[in-house]
């Protein structure tokens, strides 16, 4: 059964930094997004990285948020810089390609003063 954790959340105020952490049990990463979720609002596509490191971002992270990862430790990792309160959400990692994988708990980022 595989297993995808994300971890690495937390309460930071605006401008600063946090980085999320994925492993999964029981697979080994293809392409990977990070995604994140606020309150009302429907899942989104923060990041993807494949596995020849080609990165993309949305718009609303490109300049502030690196995604990275180690393909021997299977982990993918979120570098989350100059946070505002908008970035605010449960956010998680999935595989993109070829297939997604089951959902994780998600880690909670809370951005405030």
């Known amino acids: 059964q595989v297993q995808l954790v994300e971890s690495g959340g937390g309460l930071v105020q605006p401008g600063g930094f946090l980085r999320l952490s994925c492993t999964g049990s029981?697979?080994?990463?293809?392409?990977m997004g990070w995604y994140r979720q606020a309150p009302g609002k429907q899942r989104e596509l923060v990041a993807t990285?494949?596995?020849?490191?080609?990165?993309n971002y949305a718009e609303s992270v490109k300049g502030r948020f690196t995604i990275s990862r180690s393909d021997a430790k299977n982990l993918v990792y979120l570098q989350m810089n100059s946070l505002k309160p908008e970035d605010t959400a449960v956010y998680y990692c999935n595989q993109m390609y070829p297939n997604e994988l089951p959902w994780g708990q998600g880690t909670q980022v809370t951005v405030s003063s």
């Open positions: 990285i494949t596995r020849n490191f080609i990165t």
């Open positions: 029981g697979t080994i990463f293809s392409t």
